[in-house]
């Protein structure tokens, strides 16, 4: 079936960029996600991307999409503490046999840093 | 708009026992999802709903496992009988026909099944 690859761990700084990065192997996916994932709660989506974008921004979000390597990223400027959680990659397309179900990637934990 | 409501939001009980799940959708979204989270297995998409009718339940574990909708603002998953495997986070989650394929996350449900 089709893949989604994010590193487990990531740590930084307050005040530093964060990078979460994915890849992923369906070819048709027209849509990914980011969600985010606090203790306790559930998946909020962030932001997504439509697949005929390289690059979407919004606030202190940016998320690039090289869709000839598979990679989506996503880059959270000046980290707070409050960022910290767990973030997943998703994407949907029609591979997934249905355009609404996502598949989605193992999460990144992100911990930011005093 | 409340969101995706999902009850109870923690359960414990013991092995044997029967457990629902309940999940309320937000209004006018057509598709409903119910997902599981281990720390093991991450995500899982169990089953899937278009307008009250089951699309996909390749995902549902064992013939234990059962999820109903018999409307468009209600829906049940079952487990009968529980097992400890069966601890987990489930969500319910629920998309509308608009942009993005959006899929919105309730805040889970946590069952530990003794």
């Known amino acids: 079936g089709e893949d989604v690859e994010q590193s487990l761990f990531l740590s930084v700084r307050e005040g530093d960029s964060s990078v979460i990065n994915c890849t992923y192997t369906?070819?048709?996916?027209?849509?990914l996600y980011w969600y985010k994932q606090e203790p306790g709660a559930g998946l909020q989506l962030l932001t997504y991307i439509f697949s005929n974008m390289d690059m979407k921004q919004d606030q202190r979000l940016t998320v690039l999409l090289n869709k000839k390597d598979k990679h989506l990223s996503l880059r959270i400027a000046d980290t707070q503490t409050g960022d910290s959680a767990i973030y997943f990659c998703?994407?949907?397309?029609?591979?997934?046999?249905?355009?609404?179900?996502?598949?989605f990637g193992s999460g990144t934990q992100l911990t930011v840093l005093p | 708009d409340a969101g995706v409501i999902q009850s109870p939001r923690h359960e414990v009980t013991e092995m044997g026992q029967e457990v629902t799940l309940r999940c309320k959708p937000i209004s006018g979204h057509d598709y409903l999802f119910w997902y599981r989270q281990t720390m093991m297995r991450g995500l899982e998409l169990l089953i899937y709903f278009n307008n009250n009718v089951p699309i996909d339940d390749s995902g549902m574990p064992e013939d234990r496992f059962s999820a109903k909708m018999p409307n468009a603002s209600f829906s049940t998953l079952k487990i009968q009988p529980s097992e400890p495997r069966d601890s987990a986070v489930y969500f319910c989650a629920s998309s509308f026909p608009g942009s993005g394929n959006t899929i919105y996350f309730g805040e889970g449900s946590w069952l530990t099944v003794v």
């Open positions: 369906d070819s048709s996916s027209t849509y």
């Open positions: 998703a994407e949907s397309g029609e591979s997934s046999g249905s355009a609404r179900q996502l598949t």
